[in-house]
Nanobody, 132 residues
Framework: DVQLQASGGGSVLSGGSLRLFCAASGFTFGSGAMSWARRAPGKGPEWVSLVRGGDGKEYYVDSVKGRFAISGDNAKNSLYLEMHTLRPDDSAVYYC?????????????????????????WGRGTQVTVSS
């Protein structure tokens, strides 16, 4: 059973910080890209950040540059997202995603475009709520 379990969300005031954590099981990150995506109520899924497994290069959507930091631990098959200076428009359900299309669960995967290709996520995600 392939799973991506995101956790660490919560409710914070504007300007606050959170650290999200993603545990992958049933597959290994390897040299693939791992990503965070989010979906706010009434909006489509949005790619947030990505780290390439091969060279560790990081990518961020413009709205989070300088505030968020992505990191991965291949040995632990884990992905993290440090979020600082949070704003109300960061409120969303956050998901971790993988570019390993061969493992995407059929009929359950939400596919998101990133600067380096497509990533897919599934499951419940973790809720981040930022209030002003």
């Amino acid at each position: 059973d392939v799973q991506l379990q995101a956790s660490g969300g919560g409710s914070v005031l504007s300007g606050g910080s959170l650290r999200l954590f993603c545990a992958a099981s049933g597959f290994t990150f390897g040299s693939g890209a791992m990503s965070w995506a989010r979906r706010a109520p009434g909006k489509g899924p949005e790619w947030v950040s990505l780290v390439r497994g091969g060279d560790g290069k990081e990518y961020y959507v413009d709205s989070v540059k300088g505030r968020f930091a992505i990191s991965g631990d291949n040995a632990k098959n884990s992905l993290y997202l440090e979020m600082h200076t949070l704003r109300p428009d960061d409120s969303a359900v956050y998901y971790c995603a993988t570019d390993q299309e061969r493992i995407w669960p059929t009929g359950e995967t939400i596919v998101v475009q990133t600067p380096v290709g497509l990533v897919g996520y599934w499951g419940r995600g973790t809720q981040v709520t930022v209030s002003s």
